[in-house]
């Protein structure tokens, strides 16, 4: 039988960083390669997490990197392919060729489950690669399965999927079980219904009666004969992130924590929300001035990459974002939006600059 090659890509976010933690911890007998995607454009805090994660895993962190062998850093590189062309929300190069084609040349031809942290207080679903060898599972979700794999299970033959809940220990919830299976999606019951009705039937159960169905497919995961996975009923959200990373005594990189500012005789507190490329065209405005102001070298190199007409952002280039009036009224903008959020006690990320985590590259950000 093919062996199945078990991955967790290192973002350089605190998700992924604290999943790969989880999963030593939890799964000790899980045999996981650990790999990141260097862009060579990541702030030194990225890296040194890195580091500090290879100490703890007490493994190797395999660096992938796209256009080996350049003479240019991986981001250089295709950058020069594309003729200065700068990536865009739109135009995603970066993505495809800094992280995702490396990722998949990386597993080949093998079998692989590619587990993601994907927080289970997130509405988000993460990257399910195209490719049939790759399976993306979700250990901090009550619902482990991609989109793709719940979808078939729920439009399985009704008969056969009946006749699964033979091969799975349901005791007296077998026919609540049926009954749930048997249940036609409509418009106003959709399948995410459907999935949350068996779910509280029985996280296990649901888990073991989809674990069945995988065999029917050619799903990596159907060709193991247990999965350890299958009896989690964890749900791990943001706090528990934060937790495990300090507690593991990796850390949290620092720019997660909260800055102080004053702008207009009021208070505010910035930070950056996100793993990724010093110059990733995702982030906001403020997170733009916080690069400015903590790490003006790197603002200035990506200054630096706005030329010929292209710019990181659609509406105003780097040099003038930066003019005093203008990161006046950034500031000003985004002390309001805090006022109006809800508190969160965190000493870490930004309530409102949280809520785009989910955004974008999720290949770069998890
Ligand atoms: S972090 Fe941003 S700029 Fe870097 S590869 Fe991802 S999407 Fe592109």
Known sequence: MAKIRHVLGISGGKDSAALAIYMKDKYPNLDIEYYTSDTGKELDETYQLIEN???????????????????????????????????????????????????????????????????GDEDREGYISRRTNIQSIFPYRQNIWSEDVVLKFLNFDLEKAVALTDTVYLGKKKADFIDVLAKE??????????????????VKETNYLIFEFLKTTSYPLAKESDFPLLDNEDVIVRDDVFRILE???????????????????????????????????????IEWVWLYEQHPELYQKAVEY?????????????????????????????????????????????????????????????
């Open 53 to 119: 994660l290879k100490i703890y895993l007490g493994k190797p962190i395999q660096i992938l990197k796209g256009a080996e062998g350049s003479h240019l850093d991986p981001f250089d590189h295709f950058l020069q392919s594309y003729g200065g062309y700068l990536p865009s929300s739109m135009s995603r190069w970066c993505t495809k060729k800094l992280k995702l084609e490396p990722f998949e040349k990386y597993v080949g031809e093998d079998l692989v489950v590619s587990y993601v942290g994907i927080r």
């Open 185 to 202: 999606v409509t418009p106003k019951y959709n399948q995410q219904s459907k999935l949350s009705e068996l779910l509280n039937q029985g």
């Open 247 to 285: 507690e593991s005594g990796v850390g949290v990189p620092s720019y997660y924590k909260k800055v102080d500012f004053e702008e207009g005789g009021k208070k505010g507190q910035y930070s950056r929300s996100r793993s990724g490329c010093y110059f990733c065209f995702f982030q906001q405005k």
């Open 306 to 366: 706005e030329k010929d007409g292209y710019n990181w952002n659609q509406k105003e280039s780097l040099s003038e974002l930066i003019r005093p009036e203008r990161i006046k009224q950034i500031k000003e903008d985004y002390i309001k939006r805090q006022e109006q959020a809800t508190p969160i006690k965190s000493q870490y990320l930004l309530d409102i600059l949280d809520d785009s985590e989910g955004e974008g590259c999720a290949a770069c950000f998890i």
